[in-house]
């Protein structure tokens, strides 16, 4: 483990690897369709991480720090699929593509992380955005159960969503549902989600998971607030998300 975050007393990662720059500048078509990994992610997960590349630009290169020529970032749009969950929509992974955590899984290897993949309508996982996190939050300090507080949210997320029509609507009375919201995520280091309607089609047909049902804002999941025992055997090593 790493050195703890005096932030939030959780502990600094420790990356192993190459940026994506380096790792993708000599590969065929740039490593699109192929599985990369963070190593950082893999530290204290039993479930699987990873991300398929789905478009690569390495014309558009920027510095992050001047005072640190070879931290390069490229655009780098994938798949991911976080502690056995499957995003919903493309993400854009520029914000930490000058990260030396970055590593190619051999495609020998590729069948084994593909297993037990789950996409976001099967199953019943609510992921809060972090402004929803603070939208709750703060209905807590004003006196709310969190419970409550989190059936409000999730009511206000429905109605946004029924309106743009981009998810379906869930049962505003459904009470037992898991979430993030305990969970620590790093505010400062987001990657952006993609809009699956101006990806390219082609893209999009070609991996399924992307291609089953409309999607809506950020929606995914983590592992530390899925049951272990409300999962199916069959699926035991897999996590799952839900739109909201």
């Not at 309106?163 to 280091?189: G, H, K």
Request: charged share 30%.
């Amino acid at each position: 483990m790493g050195k703890r975050n005096k932030r939030r007393c959780h502990p600094k990662p420790y990356y192993k690897g190459k940026p994506l720059w380096q790792l993708l500048k000599n590969l065929p078509n740039h490593g699109v369709g192929r599985l990369i990994i963070r190593s950082s992610f893999q530290q204290d997960e039993k479930q699987p991480s990873y991300m398929r590349i789905l478009a690569v630009d390495m014309a558009t290169k920027t510095i992050k720090n001047p005072n640190k020529p070879n931290n390069i970032k490229i655009p780098v749009t994938v798949e991911r699929k976080l502690r056995g969950v499957i995003f919903p929509r493309p993400v854009n992974i520029q914000s930490t593509s000058y990260l030396s955590d970055f590593m190619l899984i051999p495609e020998t290897e590729e069948e084994k992380l593909l297993r037990n993949s789950k996409t976001a309508s099967e199953y019943n996982y609510v992921y809060w955005s972090v402004a929803q996190k603070r939208r709750i939050r703060k209905m807590i300090a004003g006196g709310m159960s969190p419970e409550e507080a989190k059936q409000r949210e999730k009511k206000r997320k429905a109605r946004e969503d029924a309106e743009v029509q981009e998810c379906a609507v869930l049962n505003r009375n459904q009470t037992n549902f898991e979430d993030n919201f305990d969970d620590y995520i790093d505010e400062e280091e987001t990657d952006e989600l993609c809009d699956s309607q101006n990806f390219p089609k082609e893209q999009i047909q070609k991996y399924p998971a992307f291609s089953k049902e409309k999607f809506s804002g950020q929606s995914y999941g983590s592992k530390r607030s899925c049951s272990q025992s409300s999962i199916p055997e069959e699926v035991s090593s897999a996590k799952w998300t839900k739109c909201q």
